[in-house]
Each structure stands twice: as structure tokens, then as C-alpha cells.
């Protein structure tokens, strides 16, 4: 471990970065995060951390205060004489507004970006991006972390190369999906579909065999659960036995819960970018640690060694 290394939290992953610290043989920073009479958002360093190098683990999914208490921390830290402040962001929020998809909208993914540097941060840390490009939205540098260490042990034990394929819900998957293709050696399906407004899909036909197989729908997130639970539906009317699903980030908006129970999928496989609550946890759902692979990365980045040899980035294209 890099001496002088700190990991302060914000409310949204507490559990998170407990494990991370947990893996590093460190104590988690004493930060207070805590809310004035108004609600409006306090933040207090409770120790010295001048000189120190710092990591803020924050994800910025919902609701919207997660991403001011990243923005106040970072600033926090600078202003404590830290060395250097990374973020580190499990879930990146606001990735999927990457771009000016329509008239008088804000491409808010780099909004986000400048909100962060100007906040102080000295680098970023994230995993997963639902946009790999948002990458060149920062112009500090930023280590993009891949799950796929955490996930292909999982998915190996769903069965051998000859019963498996990955699927991916759509078009923009498939490099994912072949990825991961690749690590499991298995084929690959597409589920084909058009969305008529936002949040809303249609499937429309699989392309692929995945008749008597068992199918694995790999994808960066689950947020309301349409796409997934629809894509499942159109994997089981073309024959396939059992359906796995495996996404990074279980964002699980609204009743996507209870979508996923309701549906033909037999599990689903998440990640702990995002912390759930036990109300939103099921019979069907599995959520695998990413704390060691974050806490190899932070302590790589402190002993400034190279972090691109934690995952093969060949693998991801």
C-alpha cells in the first residue's frame, strides 16, 4: 500500500468504499457528509489530509445530490492541501446524454466533466462507461476500468462454450458482447430492436441461434428493465433454455424490480457500482464485488504504476 493514501466517501456507495478500504488494510476516511436544516449539503473533513494523496469514491446515479457531494468533497480536499484528488466514480451518471441528440438539449456528460475538474479533481477513476468516448470529455486523466475480470469468472460457471451464447440487447452492445464472446468462447446473438421514445423498446427479431441454449444478455446497465425483459422474451419465443442476464451497473429505476420477477429471465447478475437497497433485492438477483478490482486500481494509481495491466483492453473492442 502507497503511504499517504486516504479514501474519503459520499453517501451514494458507503458499502463500496468500505470494501474497497477493506481491501487495501486501511481505515475509511473520517469525512462527514451530512445536510444543514434546509437539506442544502455540509461537508467536513474530520482530519488532516495535507500532503496526502486522495481518493473520493462517489457514484452519480440518482438522485442528483450524489453528484454536489462529489463536486463539494473533491473541493474540500483540494482546499485541505491534499496532493492530488482523484475521483473515483463507480457509475458514471449522465453517460447516456453524450452527445446533442436533438435541438436545445445539453450534451450533459460533459457538462458533468467540467463540473468535476473545476471542482478540483486531479484525475478520474470509473468503470464501464455507457459511452467510451466520454473519455476525451476530461482533460485530466482518466482510467476507465473494466468489469470483465469481475464477470467472466461468474459467467463461466453458467456453462461450458458448447451450451452458452452471449446476447446483446442491442446494436451499441456488441462490442461488449463480443468481448465477451471471445473470453467465455462461445457465439454471439443480437436482439434486434427500435425504441420509439425514451426509456421505451420494441424488440423486433434475434439474430443468431440460441435455440436449446443457454443465454446470457450482457449489457453495461438495467435501468427500467424494458430492453432486458423484452429481449429475454424474444430469446425464450426463439428457443432459448435458460436466460442469464449480466449488467455492470443496476441502476433499477421505477418497477424494474418487478419486471425482472415477472419476467422469463431465471437471474440476474449485477455489480455493486451502485449501492441497493435491501428493498430492491430479489430471489433472481446476484451482485458480485468490484471493490478489489477498484482497490487494486486506487493503489496502482498511488504508487503510480500502470493500471492497463489490470484488464486487456483488446478485449473490450
Request: glycine fraction near 6%; include cysteine.
Amino acid at each position: 500500500m502507497a503511504v499517504g493514501l486516504k479514501i474519503l466517501s459520499g453517501n451514494s456507495n458507503a458499502p463500496l468504499a468500505q470494501d474497497i478500504c477493506k481491501y487495501l488494510g486501511i481505515e475509511l476516511g473520517d469525512a462527514a457528509v451530512t445536510r444543514f436544516s434546509d437539506d442544502e449539503i455540509r461537508i467536513h473533513i474530520n482530519e488532516d489530509i495535507r500532503g496526502t494523496d486522495v481518493f473520493v469514491v462517489q457514484s452519480t446515479n440518482s438522485p442528483a445530490e450524489n453528484l454536489v457531494e462529489l463536486l463539494l468533497l473533491l473541493d474540500a480536499a483540494k482546499r485541505a492541501s491534499a496532493r492530488r484528488a482523484t475521483a473515483v466514480i463507480p457509475y458514471f451518471g449522465y453517460a447516456r446524454q453524450d452527445r446533442k441528440a436533438g435541438p436545445r438539449v445539453p450534451i450533459s456528460a460533459k457538462v458533468v466533466a467540467n463540473l468535476i475538474t473545476a471542482a478540483g479533481a486531479d484525475r478520474v477513476l470509473t468503470m464501464d462507461l455507457h459511452a467510451p468516448q466520454i473519455q476525451g470529455f476530461f482533460d485530466i486523466p482518466l482510467d476507465h476500468l473494466y468489469s470483465a475480470p469481475i464477470f467472466t469468472r461468474r459467467l463461466k460457471e453458467l456453462g461450458t462454450p458448447e451450451d452458452l451464447v452471449i446476447a446483446s440487447p442491442d446494436a451499441g452492445g456488441m462490442a461488449m458482447a463480443r468481448s465477451y464472446g471471445r473470453r467465455l468462447d462461445c457465439p454471439l446473438a443480437l436482439v434486434d430492436k427500435r425504441r420509439p421514445r425514451p426509456n421505451v423498446s420494441e424488440v423486433m427479431n434475434v439474430i443468431g441461434e440460441v435455440d436449446g441454449k443457454n443465454v446470457i444478455i450482457r449489457d453495461d446497465m438495467i435501468d427500467t428493465g424494458g430492453s432486458l425483459t423484452g429481449a429475454a422474451e424474444a430469446l425464450k419465443n426463439n428457443g432459448a433454455k435458460m436466460i442469464y442476464a449480466a449488467c455492470t451497473h443496476a441502476l433499477l429505476s421505477g418497477n424494474a424490480l418487478q419486471k425482472v420477477e415477472d419476467s422469463v429471465l431465471d437471474y440476474l447478475i449485477v455489480s455493486d457500482t451502485i449501492h441497493l437497497t435491501t428493498e430492491r433485492k430479489s430471489n433472481k438477483l446476484e451482485q458480485l464485488s468490484v471493490a478489489p478490482l477498484f482497490g487494486e486500481a486506487i493503489n496502482r494509481i498511488s504508487e503510480e504504476k500502470s493500471v492497463s495491466s489490470l484488464f486487456e483492453s483488446s478485449d473490450q473492442t
